[in-house]
């Protein structure tokens, strides 16, 4: 164990991250499985920006925060998955303190950045069912750019009060995160201070990032349905819904378990539990986003068959 000495404190210069298991067999199969996952997630991501980039029927804003959105899943689960891959066939699973710093703060960007991104994505959907024939004119290049933007900034912002609050705190010893990666809930374990403020400061962080979209989403959806409700043809309101159910699909998969995560209190946390609900928003959600938006939207499909000359999509 190494230890660097600052502001009086004995502080740890690398972590060693427990990850899964101590079993070498066990982490073989792992391995594999969250290679398979991980290559997964990269190609099918990958299609759709392209897919999206390529053929301009997809040139609408629906689409464009579709293609952001798979850019930013194909970064997070990056920001993790090879460097626990790597730890998992290797037998030193360490990570510096300005490793650990930078991958905390590059996953809580792209996590707050994606949470974010979904509230707009019902506002489009809004818009699109709501207001149809303002619809190009209220979601504007400029208006859809912005969110964008806002939205990355608010999760810059955000993450420094996060990485912050965290790395403020001295870390005398032991170095060992019973984690895969450098997460906040995670490495706030191993301070030899109080966490008491932490936990205020997550709760309500927690609050504002993931309830306040949430409410947007909600929000936009009770329009939405309103608005549904009123189309006279059974056809027309199905052809509505099925352009939210994706939209609806994702948000729950990957707000729900980090939900759970971050607005709960660090003593209640458990260790594994919090690895199976950091699994499944940073890498689950991410390796089944482009299978939910492919299988229901026949505009992705006929990009693809048209790009690969395989056939035609039936209307």
């Known amino acids: 164990m190494k230890f660097s000495s600052w502001e009086n404190h004995s502080s740890v210069s690398e972590f060693v991250l427990l990850g899964f298991s101590r079993d070498s067999n066990i982490n073989i199969i792992l391995f594999n499985i969250f290679l398979f996952l991980y290559l997964s997630t990269l190609v099918g991501n990958g299609l759709i920006v392209t897919l999206i980039h390529m053929d301009s029927r997809l040139h609408t804003p629906m689409y464009f925060f579709l293609r952001v959105l798979s850019m930013l899943d194909m970064s997070y689960v990056t920001t993790t998955v090879p460097q626990m891959l790597v730890h998992l066939v290797s037998r030193k699973k360490t990570i510096s303190y300005f490793g650990c710093v930078t991958q905390m703060f590059t996953f809580l960007v792209l996590g707050i950045t994606e949470g974010w991104l979904f509230s707009v994505m019902a506002y489009d959907r809004y818009v699109a069912i709501c207001h149809p024939l303002r619809y190009k004119v209220i979601m504007s290049p400029w208006l859809c750019g912005a969110m964008v933007v806002f939205c990355g900034l608010w999760g810059v912002s955000c993450s420094l009060v996060y990485v912050v609050f965290t790395m403020r705190l001295p870390y005398c010893g032991p170095n060992e995160i019973n984690h895969f990666f450098c997460e906040v809930p995670a490495v706030l374990k191993l301070a ?20 306040v979209p949430l409410s947007f989403i909600l929000a936009s959806y009770i329009r939405i349905f309103a608005t549904i409700l009123t189309i006279p043809s059974t056809q027309g309101r199905l052809k509505a819904f099925s352009t939210c159910a994706s939209h609806i699909t994702v948000v729950t998969m990957f707000c729900g378990p980090a939900m759970f995560m971050y607005m709960n209190p ?21 390796f089944l986003n482009p299978i939910i938006y492919s299988l229901r939207n026949k505009d992705v499909k006929r990009a693809f068959l048209k790009l690969t000359g395989w056939g035609r999509v039936s209307e």
């Open 266 to 286: 660090g003593a209640d946390a458990s260790p594994e539990r919090d690895k199976k609900l950091a699994l499944f928003y940073n890498v689950i959600s991410a």
């Open 192 to 211: 030899c201070a109080d966490t008491s403020l932490n936990d205020r400061v997550d709760f309500i962080l927690g609050f504002i990032l993931l309830l």
